[in-house]
């Protein structure tokens, strides 16, 4: 079975920063991958999904990520954070199907003004 | 929000008892799913069902049934509650072959 690893458990970054977290899965196909963010007392939200074609993929909030078949990674990138994007973050692969998701335990990031 | 309800939001149950969780849909989508969000793990797949009377067992099933009787509803059970079930269970929907899910706003479930 698929499976994912998010290797940072929390990040911080200063308002105006950069953001990049990393995302790495497993899987012998070609994967289905997701990027969720949850914010306190709230459900997960979709943010962005690669299915196929261009590995650069655009998503809400200004956030984008890459999927880098040779690396394994999917990491999700933000030029510049607003205070608005403290949350946690999820990357999820899945199988090409409808069920059977597996997420990882999640990147907790704060943002510092 | 995004046609997904789950209720109750809050519950404190206690050791042994039976509790049922409900998840609302008003999507009419095929595909529903129950996951349990613990630190540390990310969220876990219960039990998920592709259509009326039609579920299947995740990753982490053992202690949880399921039923769907119609398209919006689908119900977790806890047939008798253990502190190891005390968790953030969220339920989620999909179209079949769009694969990103929406997801409640979760039920926290203490269990003393």
């Known amino acids: 079975a698929q499976s994912v690893t998010q290797p940072d458990i929390h990040i911080t970054v200063s308002e105006g920063a950069s953001l990049e977290l990393r995302c790495n899965y497993s899987?012998?196909?070609?994967?289905?991958l997701f990027w969720y963010v949850q914010s306190p007392g709230q459900g997960l939200q979709l943010l962005l999904k690669?299915?196929?074609?261009?590995?650069l993929v655009q998503g809400i909030k200004g956030f984008e990520a890459e999927f880098k078949r040779s690396q394994s990674s999917f990491n999700l990138r933000k030029p510049s954070v607003h205070w608005s994007d403290a949350a946690e973050y999820f990357c999820?692969?899945?199988?090409?199907?409808?069920?059977?998701?597996?997420f990882g335990a999640g990147t907790r990031l704060t943002v510092k003004p | 929000d995004a046609g997904i309800t789950q209720s109750p939001r809050h519950k404190v149950t206690e050791t042994g008892t039976p509790v049922t969780l409900r998840c609302h849909q008003t999507e009419n989508h095929r595909y529903m799913y129950w996951y349990r969000q613990d630190p540390g793990h990310g969220l876990r797949l219960i039990h998920y069902?592709?259509?009326?009377?039609?579920?299947d067992k995740g990753e982490v099933s053992d202690g949880y049934s399921v039923s769907r009787s119609k398209t919006e509803d689908f119900l977790l059970t806890l047939e008798s509650a253990t502190s190891s079930q005390t968790s953030v269970y969220f339920c989620?929907?999909?179209?079949?072959?769009?694969?990103?899910?929406?997801f409640g706003s979760g039920t926290r479930l203490t269990v003393v």
């Open positions: 069902s592709y259509g009326v009377k039609d579920t």
């Open positions: 999820a692969v899945g199988a090409g199907n409808n069920n059977d998701m597996r």
């Open positions: 989620a929907i999909s179209v079949q072959g769009d694969y990103g899910y929406t």
């Open positions: 690669y299915f196929s074609g261009d590995t």
């Open positions: 899987y012998g196909a070609t994967p289905y």
